[in-house]
């Protein structure tokens, strides 16, 4: 299996404009994850999708932030508009119910600048 | 609630140390507990994990037991390697919420030769 991909792995954009990273989980995977990676507040799930329905968004920082899982193999989040303290790697993550340990398996990560 | 602590790093060690990184943890019910590992430039990526109580998890010359008397989970490795140089997750998952797992704040491990 190819694993989590995301993409893309670099972005650098200005303050203001529109950010979108892209995920396609694991085939086959139920439940997906995006999480923020930054050196102050360490690793933080932002929103989980379940069968592509959002469960839980509490971690979503504010209005500027959006996910959107529109089919099982593939989910956005996007960042409009982005600000420079949005800057930080953001990972996507997917398992599977039937694997009762609920392992997450990451992506390799986008590294976001907003400059 | 649920959370996990952690050793702050970062933690340098020279190549065959013996490496310790503490971890405990507060869960209501009965949570399984992990290790995730992160390369540099790279995800997490499951390293070890335990179940329930007296569990040993291991892998790659890593190991963890799962105490709940002292509700910790240390990761352990007798002789660590340059390739190990990384940062480490301790984890859990309530065993009240299946779908939801809450990740410390990570221990940064360099080990120099």
């Known amino acids: 299996d190819a694993g989590v991909i995301q993409s893309p792995r670099h972005e650098v954009t200005e303050m203001g404009q529109e950010v979108t990273l892209r995920c396609k989980p694991i085939?086959?995977?139920?439940?997906l994850f995006w999480y923020r990676q930054t050196m102050m507040r360490g690793l933080e799930l932002l929103i989980y999708?379940?069968?592509?329905?959002?469960?839980?968004d509490s971690g979503m920082p504010e209005d500027r932030f959006s996910a959107k899982m529109p089919n099982a193999s593939f989910s956005t989040l996007k960042i409009q508009p982005s600000e420079p303290r949005d800057s930080a790697v953001y990972f996507c993550?997917?398992?599977?119910?039937?694997?009762?340990?609920?392992?997450?398996?990451f992506g390799a990560g986008t590294r976001l600048s907003v400059l | 609630g649920n959370s996990v602590t952690q050793m702050e790093g970062p933690v340098t060690l020279s190549e065959e140390a013996f490496l310790t990184i503490n971890c405990t943890y507060t869960?209501?019910?009965?949570?399984?507990l992990f290790w995730y590992v992160q390369y540099p430039g790279e995800g997490l990526q499951l390293l070890l994990k335990?179940?329930?109580?007296?569990d040993k998890g291991s892998n790659k010359g890593f190991e963890a037991t799962y105490r709940k008397e002292t509700t910790s989970f240390h990761l352990e490795k007798g002789s660590v390697q340059v390739s190990d140089s990384a940062v480490y997750f301790c984890?859990?998952?309530?065993?009240?919420?299946?779908?939801?797992?809450?990740f410390g704040p990570g221990t940064s491990l360099s080990v120099i030769p």
């Open positions: 993550a997917s398992s599977l119910t039937r694997d009762l340990y609920y392992i997450q398996y």
């Open positions: 085939s086959g995977h139920d439940y």
């Open positions: 999708f379940n069968n592509n329905v959002p469960i839980d």
């Open positions: 869960a209501t019910g009965y949570p399984s």
């Open positions: 335990a179940t329930k109580a007296d």
């Open positions: 984890a859990l998952m309530p065993g009240t919420s299946y779908d939801k797992v809450i």
